[in-house]
Every structure is written in C-alpha cells, then in structure tokens.
C-alpha cells in the first residue's frame, strides 16, 4: 500500500473504522487524497482526507452542501457516513455513463435544483471551500457585488494570482467589476452547487446522476452551467445544455456570458495549483477587452 493510502487508512483507523482493511487510490479531486476504502465484511466506502486540513469545519461544510442539494434541490448525492475534521467517509457512487439519455436526466436535475431553490440574498450561512481555499459567502443583496467581491476580486490577495497577474491585469478585473451590471443580466439567487466542473458529476448505484464535491451558495445559477460549459464536457452533453436552457429559460445569448462568469474558477485555480493548466492564461484572454489602451 503505498504512504498516501496508508495515511487514509490510519486516519479511517483513528476515526473509530477500525474494520477497513485497506485503501486503494481513487481518482478525481485535486485537493484532497482520495480513496476507496476495503471493509472486513467486503463493503467499501468513499474516503478523502487532507495533510493539514485546510479548517476543522471543511468536511462539515462539505457534509452540509452535499445534504442541503439533495433535501432542498433534489438530487441524489453521496450517504455522508462520517465527516469530522480529518476524515469524510462516504457511500460510494459509480462513475457516470455519458450517454444523451443520462445528460438529458441531469438536464432536468439541474433545472429543478436551479428554479425551485430561488433566495431574496446573496451568499450562504457560512463560508465554505473550494479546494483547500475558504470560499467567502457573506451575504448581499445585490448580486453584482456579491459577484464581484467575493468571487472575483477577492482572490487578487493569493501570492499565485499576485505573481500570474500583472497591475495591468488587476485594474482590468477591476473595470470588469464595475461593468458587470452592463455585462451580465439581472437575474436572482438560487442553491448553487459551486464547483460543478464535469469531474464531480458521478452516478448513483442505479445509474441517476449524481453530484459531489459542493461548495454551495446561493448565487446566480450560470455559475454552475459556466463550470460545465468550459471544462470539456463530452460530446453526448451537447443536448444537456440546449434542454436546460428551455427548462430554464435562458436567453439566447448566455454562451457569451460564459467566460465572464468562469473566471472565478479561473482564478481559484491560479492560487492554488502550479501548474494551472493555462487558468490564468485564460484569465488574461478574459480580461482583454478591459485593458486600457495608451
């Protein structure tokens, strides 16, 4: 077994899960280490645990987005068998089939999770985390200047984003900011998943769509779609996004608007992984037509 496993299983052991017998390496998160833990009675769970952990309450607030978008939103998420501040355990899902039928389910997932979770305010209870950094939902009324704030301009204090952005760079994100009420349509709060990249879509036993690793709030619902849309979804996901769009609603031009809304995740990346897999180069292309020109 090699060191990380073991450190999963020690944590497992000291959680009180004495009869696991091993863990083997899952795939999928970046922050955490990850595992599918062996039970004596040959059952297995879902186990992550950081290093350092990042806050005592990371796994709470995970626990509670994960229980939160199925008892408010409505869809399936993990069994949370555990989760105190060094362990999560979980029930184990399956990966997901990317079939056109499977998209179109999750199609009307997210929609119902989308329209029937709508908040007079923007943010949650709490803070929360995106990977191994606090998520800030301090709550505002006015959606703009949550967005602004504490999803974009509020990683510009990261030492990653400080070295990849430039002062030309910053005053760009600045500009954005203060344009967004030009840029972006008025639209209202709803329960947000968070980090819904393609990655943490997963599938229940029985095959239903599935979702992990939240990092919930109440904001506006393109950010979620935002995080699918640029994170190279398969192909048999083309019909997810013209049925959400008529379940929901939406206009003819929110492509237009995904760029915009994905440099949050973006920036999360740049200030917490080298490499970042172009994140800030894809940040600077965003902010282009911000610059000020002399």
Same mark, same amino acid.
């Given at each position: 077994?090699?060191?990380?496993?073991? /450190?999963?299983?020690?944590?497992?052991?000291?959680?009180?899960?004495?009869?696991?017998?091993?863990?083997?390496?899952?795939? $999928?998160?970046?922050?955490?280490?990850?595992?599918?833990?062996?039970?004596?009675?040959?059952?297995?769970?879902?186990?992550?645990?950081?290093?350092?952990?990042?806050?005592?309450?990371? /796994?709470?607030?995970?626990?509670?987005?994960?229980?939160?978008?199925?008892?408010?939103?409505?869809?399936?998420?993990?069994?949370?068998?555990?989760?105190?501040?060094?362990?999560?355990?979980?029930?184990?899902?399956?990966?997901?089939?990317?079939?056109?039928?499977?998209?179109?389910?999750?199609?009307?997932?997210?929609?119902?999770?989308?329209?029937?979770?709508?908040?007079?305010?923007?943010?949650?209870?709490?803070?929360?985390?995106?990977?191994?950094?606090?998520?800030?939902?301090?709550?505002? @009324?006015? $959606?703009?200047?949550? /967005?602004?704030?504490?999803?974009?301009?509020?990683?510009?204090?990261?030492?990653?984003?400080?070295?990849?952005?430039? =002062?030309?760079?910053?005053?760009?994100?600045?500009?954005?900011?203060?344009?967004?009420?030009?840029?972006?349509?008025?639209?209202?709060?709803?329960?947000?998943? $968070? @980090?819904?990249?393609?990655?943490?879509?997963?599938?229940? =036993?029985?095959?239903?769509?599935?979702?992990? @690793?939240?990092?919930?709030?109440?904001?506006?619902?393109?950010?979620?779609?935002?995080?699918?849309?640029?994170?190279?979804?398969?192909?048999?996901?083309?019909?997810?996004?013209?049925?959400?769009?008529?379940?929901?609603?939406?206009?003819?031009?929110?492509?237009?608007?995904? =760029?915009?809304?994905?440099?949050?995740?973006?920036?999360?990346?740049?200030?917490?992984?080298?490499?970042?897999?172009?994140?800030?180069?894809?940040?600077?292309?965003?902010?282009? =037509?911000?610059?000020?020109?002399?």
């Amino acid at each position: 077994m090699s060191a990380s496993m073991s /450190f999963l299983l020690e944590r497992l052991h000291a959680a009180g899960l004495t009869d696991v017998v091993a863990v083997e390496p899952a795939s $999928g998160g970046l922050a955490a280490t990850a595992g599918l833990a062996h039970r004596r009675d040959g059952t297995q769970v879902f186990v992550k645990a950081f290093r350092e952990p990042p806050s005592e309450d990371t /796994f709470a607030a995970e626990a509670e987005g994960l229980t939160v978008l199925r008892e408010r939103g409505g869809g399936a998420t993990p069994e949370i068998l555990l989760a105190d501040r060094d362990v999560l355990v979980l029930s184990v899902l399956r990966p997901r089939a990317d079939t056109v039928a499977f998209w179109e389910q999750f199609a009307h997932v997210l929609a119902h999770l989308h329209t029937t979770t709508r908040h007079a305010r923007f943010g949650w209870h709490r803070d929360n985390w995106l990977g191994r950094r606090r998520q800030v939902n301090t709550w505002e @009324d006015d $959606g703009f200047e949550f /967005f602004a704030q504490h999803r974009l301009l509020r990683w510009l204090g990261e030492p990653r984003v400080q070295q990849a952005l430039g =002062p030309a760079d910053r005053a760009a994100l600045e500009r954005l900011c203060d344009r967004l009420p030009e840029l972006l349509p008025l639209r209202p709060a709803c329960l947000t998943h $968070g @980090d819904l990249w393609s990655l943490n879509l997963m599938a229940t =036993p029985d095959g239903r769509p599935a979702l992990i @690793d939240p990092a919930v709030s109440y904001t506006w619902a393109e950010v979620d779609l935002a995080h699918l849309w640029t994170t190279s979804p398969p192909p048999e996901a083309n019909g997810f996004f013209e049925l959400y769009a008529e379940l929901t609603g939406l206009d003819r031009d929110w492509r237009e608007r995904m =760029p915009i809304l994905q440099l949050r995740q973006h920036l999360a990346v740049t200030a917490q992984f080298d490499p970042d897999w172009g994140a800030a180069d894809l940040v600077r292309a965003t902010l282009a =037509p911000f610059r000020r020109r002399h």
